[in-house]
């Protein structure tokens, strides 16, 4: 055999090995792409779509990218660098703003729900990702156990999840060092109004208003989900964040509220605890 035909069979064989390397490589990556898949299926049905290193965990979701949709505007509202801030992420779910809020720098990022399913499922996703993010059983009617303050709480979609919101809402404020991110889904209308200080008994003319602050109490089930139980308007919200001693700052998307802690307290006492005392 000619030097020649033999250099060039040589480089024949290695460019079959390379192929071959490569074919095991592809079919290395399908199968551990199948084996998360998998386990992303075994932890049951998501409601957070998250990019597991390219696999999405919830991608027929009927709200569509959820809640990148969401983040996307809020995010705005985060600075770029949070600089080793600490985080409490109430109702956490699969942990998509946990996971979102660690990858944009913070330092201590706490998760809390009362799903086990959910908390499995944001574990994972903290696994997969490499994050160190806690995540714990706890109830948001519990937070104010939890030591200490948090510079950023989140409390995005489960205000209308609950029986006593505004019980929820006054424990949550204990806790906000800096700012507390707020989403209710609301329905009726979505004006914005100023409101006289006080009406009289028989003035009766704001409760025909559709404007006027209020919360729509769903007796048995709303969107398929028992849970649902009082649904507020615009006015009612944004009254209520007010009402608990909130600053509204911004409003970063349609349902989202940027707030900042005021008048939470009145002579040294949560109004929480005044109310429970009967010392209001
Ligand atoms: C509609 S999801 C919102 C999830 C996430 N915060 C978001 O905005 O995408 C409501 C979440 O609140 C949780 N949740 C409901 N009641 C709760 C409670 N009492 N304490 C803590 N979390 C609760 C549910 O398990 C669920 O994960």
Redesign the pocket.
């Known amino acids: 055999m000619q030097a020649e035909e033999s250099s060039q069979l040589l480089a024949d064989l290695g460019s079959v090995r390379d192929s071959q390397q490569e074919l095991q490589a592809e079919t290395q990556d399908d199968s551990s792409q199948a084996q998360l898949t998998e386990r992303i299926v075994s932890l049951g049905d998501w ?2 779509n998250i990019n597991l290193n390219g696999v999405w965990t919830a991608p027929h979701h009927f709200l569509g990218d ?2 990148n949709v ?1 983040w996307k505007d809020i995010s705005k509202s985060f600075p770029e660098d949070l600089n080793g801030s600490s985080v409490l ?6 942990g ?2 946990s996971v979102a809020l660690k990858n944009r720098g913070a330092g201590r990022v706490l998760g ?4 086990d399913r ?1 908390l499995r499922q944001a574990r994972f996703a903290a696994e997969i990702l490499g994050l160190d993010i806690e995540f714990q059983k ?4 519990d937070v104010d156990q939890i030591p200490g303050q948090f510079d950023y709480v ?5 205000f209308y ?2 029986r006593y919101p505004l019980f ?1 809402l006054d424990k949550i404020i204990k806790k906000v060092g800096r700012r507390l991110f707020f ?1 209710s889904m609301m329905r009726g209308s979505i004006e914005e109004r100023k409101w006289k200080e006080n009406y009289e008994f028989w003035d009766m003319k704001p409760f025909q208003d559709p404007d006027f602050p209020c919360m729509y109490f769903i007796e048995n089930s709303y969107a398929n989900d028992y ?1 649902n139980w009082w649904i507020p308007n615009r006015g009612a919200v944004e009254g209520m964040l007010r009402s608990s001693g909130l600053e509204i700052v911004n409003r970063p998307e349609s349902e989202t509220y940027v707030c900042e802690p005021r008048t939470v307290q009145r002579d040294g006492k949560y109004l929480l605890d005044l109310e429970l005392s009967g010392t209001f």
Do not use: E, M, R, W
């Not at 706890?138 to 009617?141: E, L, P």
């Open positions: 409601f957070h959820f809640p969401k992420d109430i109702g956490c779910n699969g998509f703003y809390v729900d009362v799903d959910y706890c109830s948001v009617y989140l409390f995005l979609g489960v999840h609950l929820a989403q849970t």
